[in-house]
T-cell receptor
Framework: DAGVIQSPRHEVTEMGQEVTLRCKPI?????LFWYRQTMMRGLELLIYFNNNVPIDDSGMPEDRFSAKMPNASFSTLKIQPSEPRDSAVYFC????????????FGSGTRLTVV | GENVEQHPSTLSVQEGDSAVIKCTYS??????FPWYKQELGKRPQLIID?????GEKKDQRIAVTLNKTAKHFSLHITETQPEDSAVYFC?????????FGKGTRLHILP
């Protein structure tokens, strides 16, 4: 199993540009979570999906952020337009229904907005 | 919603000594409490977890305790080793989502 796969690993973009982060969950995992990690705020839950349906997006900071899961093996997190305060590490995580409740995290995308 | 407080934010212990990290949670309905370890530049990884119907769980040198009445839970690491140096996160969950504490940076001193 390749684990949760995120791309890109690093992204540097200019303020105002659109940024798209990608995630492939572990096959068979029907829950997918997007987290943002910063020194000040720690690990914040942005949104999560179950069976490709968004269940809770209350953590999405503002309308500039959007997330989709068009199928069971792919999700995107988009920021448009990006701002310097969006600089953070964005993690995707997944888990199956039932069984172990702990997540498996991807390697993260380090986003820098200049 | 759930709020998880974690202390201390930084902890330094001599190699071979024990380390204890403490957390509190606010939602009495939370029923799952995982602990994650994150090494520098790496992803958080689950190291141990406990459910609300259990008061204590041990796995080799690490153990977790849970006091549901007080809404406290703790991580204990015995016989610390250099490879234990990392950031440790406690977390609480009642449904599908996991809410994390702010983390404890653990330094193991030679």
């Amino acid at each position: 199993d390749a684990g949760v796969i995120q791309s890109p690993r690093h992204e540097v973009t200019e303020m105002g540009q659109e940024v798209t982060l990608r995630c492939k969950p572990i096959s068979g995992h029907d829950y997918l979570f997007w987290y943002r990690q910063t020194m000040m705020r720690g690990l914040e839950l942005l949104i999560y999906f179950n069976n490709n349906v968004p269940i809770d997006d209350s953590g999405m900071p503002e309308d500039r952020f959007s997330a989709k899961m068009p199928n069971a093996s792919f999700s995107t997190l988009k920021i448009q337009p990006s701002e310097p305060r969006d600089s953070a590490v964005y993690f995707c995580a997944s888990r199956p229904t039932g069984g172990a409740l702990g997540y498996t995290f991807g390697s993260g995308t380090r986003l820098t907005v200049v | 919603g759930e709020n998880v407080e974690q202390h201390p934010s930084t902890l330094s212990v001599q190699e071979g000594d024990s380390a204890v990290i403490k957390c509190t949670y606010s939602d009495s309905a939370s029923n799952y409490f995982p602990w994650y370890k994150q090494e520098l530049g790496k992803r958080p990884q689950l190291i141990i977890d406990i459910r609300s119907n259990v008061g204590e769980k041990k796995d080799q040198r690490i153990a977790v305790t849970l006091n549901k009445t007080a809404k406290h839970f703790s991580l204990h690491i015995t016989e610390t080793q250099p490879e234990d140096s990392a950031v440790y996160f406690c977390a609480a969950s009642r449904d599908d989502k996991i809410i994390f504490g702010k983390g404890t940076r653990l330094h193991i001193l030679p």
